[in-house]
């Protein structure tokens, strides 16, 4: 124990201190130190020879020796006093140090107690340590089902005079399993449905074996949910008065007894309003949403005063306002409750602070903020700024926070914390049309921090394949792209991209006989909206290809006008999208939106630059996202393409490209819609002998899934589908009534580095030809690494 003896030298404070500021330190000497050096003593405790020293310096001198864990006991004497100044002892106790460490029983669980411990040969032995070990030794076998195991610990002495040895005595006695759960005092609900609002504190029956043990944290924790509960359902007086644990005779099971009141059950009567100035009565019940006769429910409640009616005020900068709801109640079953509303005044936005960015550019952050230094405070503005930083999928963390600076003013600090948003992909696929197929590249989300994106992608098909003795078709691309979503950081977007590929001849999955080559490149330009509202974007791209087609003159003649071996493409393509998701990956609020338009020649051909490629494309697509309950989501979702060709001079050749038109099922790689349940792009209308698919000028498909949030960070969720599309030869063939349908599931990761990894098993329900009527049965979709 600590003992602070300051003898004399108080006596001295006392009678020197109105004359003296400093005491000169003119000798210091150390005793009962054995391997702790007297050196290390006196510089620890700042008490050096020669040293001007202040009264209140000898307490925290004392205070510094006693945080480094050497010492049980410090003293300070005055040993003698001179009119130059005094000479001191300073005299410790140290500590054993620790030896060996050993265990008696419960040999199973060496290992983790070694690492739960953390003891080590030549620490500091302090005057807690054996009953802080011993305590968790104890609660290590808890977690365990051991709730009886007794633990002593035994110090000994070691090889050396200053050194102990611990033996942990372990007795682990028999396994406890929860054998019931008892309420007293709730006659409003069954004992059935009171269990189950405890989340990990459960009956163990032996057929429930992946039940947890008791554990004192989660018991706690579980308390409070069966308290949520009650004053979920108008038990607004709800309480635990006690709980106790039995334990069964033969030492094996346990007994958890709870004694509640239950309270009357409450409604809400007569709601009235008191100080409110900036909002009428009529305003704020209207947001409060609370109704004469609805039952009370604490949570709906506090989320109606805090979140919806405090939050009108919070969007004012009236952040100092507060709203205090008083209980009256009128009759055994009903409440008054009466609001009394200091509504103070607004505040404004002093400094904005960025904390945690290590490597994104803060201009990046600050750009996407929609409040700013000198506004008054808008809560729902800085919870939008937290959602567009967040949607950048720069950061696994986004935390705003508000610091009160003055009665005035306030200063915000959001802290960003950093993740993986880069990607140096390696990619492995499969495809009916092109076999086993390999790629790799690098994809910069966040190049240099500066919130600019740069991508290299190429893939190759290797004509392998696992389900046909058929050689599938060459395949290989090359990419390159670059973004800069906001120039200058104004809301402008420029980019440009560059690329290649080649798509080998294949009758029965594209219904092209002939090799295609095309050359391309684009340049980009967008903007964000203010108008519906600002979470709308749009984009322009300009794009030239160049397309050589190899076959027999025979199948040219037969698929290009002409037979010309050679095309030229030019397109004008506008997007306008709205996003007002709340997360990247996983998604649980808002919606998107994107509506393509695609001119390929037509008024942009010129004698100088003639396009063959004359065709306007349209793509309209809307997602869902609705939090259904716990960790699920519901994801509806629709799309509708269509495409026609251009009137072109009857000299001109003019081309529709068969990869714009519309194919569909299977994963949709590398082209086509997916449609999961049937084979790659065999869903669409046929050649006249229905040998193969050729693609239509009309497509439609309804999706709904249910997702499941399995991990948060790295992103994984589990996935149930429905889904249903088609494709048309044009507009006289379109039914929505004529759908290809499938179900099935599947999982979603996406890994740092690597991007997303999807597998679905999907069973599709028709026949793709509409002949044979037998469904298509079970297909596996698998998809390693993110697409370009």
């Not at 190049?447 to 003795?469: C, E, H, P, R, V």
């Not at 063959?612 to 697509?621: D, S």
């Amino acid at each position: 124990m600590l003992k602070i003896l300051l003898t004399l030298i108080t006596a001295m404070i006392f009678t020197s201190a109105q004359t003296l500021q400093t005491i000169h330190l003119l000798g210091v000497e150390v005793e009962g130190n054995d391997e702790t050096s007297a050196n290390v003593v006196k510089y620890t405790s700042g008490l050096v020879e020669g040293k001007e020293i202040k009264p209140g310096d000898f307490g925290n001198a004392i205070k510094k020796l006693w945080e480094t864990g050497i010492f049980a006991d410090v003293q300070i004497h005055l040993d003698r006093e001179t009119a130059n100044g005094i000479y001191i002892i300073i005299e410790v106790k140290e500590n054993p140090v620790l030896g060996e460490v050993r265990y008696e029983g419960g040999k199973k669980k060496k290992r983790d107690m070694e690492e739960d411990l953390g003891l080590r040969t030549g620490q500091r032995i302090h005057p807690h340590l054996a009953k802080e070990s011993t305590e968790k030794i104890k609660k290590l076998f808890a977690e365990d089902g051991y709730l009886r195991a007794e633990v002593e610990a035994e110090l000994t002495q070691g090889s050396l005079p200053n050194v102990r040895d611990i033996t942990f005595k372990i007795k682990e006695n028999k396994k406890v399993k929860i054998r019931d759960i008892q309420f007293i005092g709730a006659p409003a609900f069954k004992a059935s449905k009171l269990r189950r609002q405890l989340k990990d504190t459960k009956v163990q029956k032996w057929y429930l074996f992946w039940r947890s043990n008791f554990e004192d944290d989660k018991f706690e924790a579980d308390k409070n949910l069966l308290a949520s509960f009650y004053r979920n359902n108008g038990y607004k007086d709800f309480r635990i008065l006690s709980e106790s644990i039995d334990y069964e005779e033969d030492g094996k099971g346990m007994i958890i007894k709870f004694l509640l009141y239950e309270g009357p059950q409450y409604y809400l009567r007569n709601i009235s309003w008191e100080g409110n100035i900036l909002y009428t009565e009529n305003q704020l019940a209207s947001v409060l949403n609370l109704e004469r006769g609805m039952l009370y429910n604490n949570e709906e409640f506090t989320t109606a005063v805090f979140e919806h009616v405090h939050g009108l005020y919070m969007d004012k900068g009236y952040i100092y306002s507060t709203i205090e709801p008083q209980f009256i109640p009128a009759r055994e079953d009903s409440l008054d409750v009466h609001f009394k509303i200091t509504e103070n005044h607004q505040v404004s936005v002093r400094n904005i602070d960025i904390a945690g960015n290590t490597k994104t550019r803060e201009n990046v952050i600050r750009r996407e903020m929609k409040i700013m230094p000198g506004d008054i405070f808008n809560r729902d503005l800085l919870m939008r700024s937290a959602r567009e930083i967040w949607i950048l999928n720069y950061f696994a963390d986004v935390r705003p926070d508000v610091i009160p600076v003055d009665d005035d003013e306030i200063d915000l600090l959001v802290t960003v914390e950093e993740k993986s948003s880069d990607q140096a992909n390696a990619s492995i696929g499969f495809t009916a049309e092109y076999g086993i197929m390999g790629g790799a590249g690098v994809q910069f989300n966040n190049f240099m921090g500066k919130g600019q994106q740069l991508a290299f992608n190429f893939n190759q098909g290797t004509q392998f394949s696992f389900y046909s003795y058929n050689r599938p078709s060459q395949y290989r691309s090359y990419s390159l792209s670059f973004t800069d979503p906001m120039v200058n950081d104004t809301p402008v977007l420029a980019g440009f991209s560059a690329f290649y590929y080649l798509r080998g001849q294949n009758r029965f999955y594209s219904g092209i006989p002939l090799d295609r080559e095309v050359f391309g490149g684009s340049v980009r330009l967008g903007r964000r909206l203010k108008w519906p509202d600002n979470y709308f974007r749009a984009s322009w791209m300009l794009q030239g290809t160049n397309k050589r087609y190899r076959g027999d003159q025979t199948d040219l003649e037969a698929f290009l006008p002409q037979g010309i071996a050679e095309t030229v493409g030019l397109s004008l393509t506008q997007v306008v999208s709205r996003d007002s998701r709340d997360h990247p990956e996983f998604p649980s609020r808002g919606s998107t939106f994107s509506w393509t338009s695609t001119l390929s020649g037509g008024p942009l051909s010129t004698p100088l630059l003639p396009v063959h490629e004359n065709f306007h494309k349209h793509i309209l697509k809307f997602d869902w996202f609705t939090p259904v309950v716990w960790k699920f989501v519901l994801v509806s979702s629709w799309q509708m393409g269509a495409i026609n060709n251009l009137a072109a001079d009857e000299s001109d050749v003019s081309v529709v490209p068969w990869d714009d038109l519309f194919i569909m099922g299977g994963s949709g790689i590398p082209y086509g819609t997916m449609l999961r349940g049937y084979l790659d792009n065999t869903v669409g209308p046929y050649n006249l002998s229905r040998q193969y698919p050729r693609g239509g000028k009309v497509m439609m498909k309804y999706v709904s899934e249910l997702r499941v949030s399995l991990s948060e960070n790295p992103t994984v969720y589990g996935v149930i589908f429905g889904e249903m599309g088609n494709v048309w030869r044009d507009f006289s063939e379109a039914d929505p009534f004529e759908m290809k349908k499938s179900a099935g599931f599947g999982i979603r990761m996406f890994m740092p580095m690597l991007g997303m990894l999807g597998f679905d098993l999907g069973y599709g329900f028709d026949d793709v030809q509409a002949t044979e009527r037998s469904p298509e049965g079970w297909r596996f979709h698998i998809l390693f690494g993110m697409p370009f």
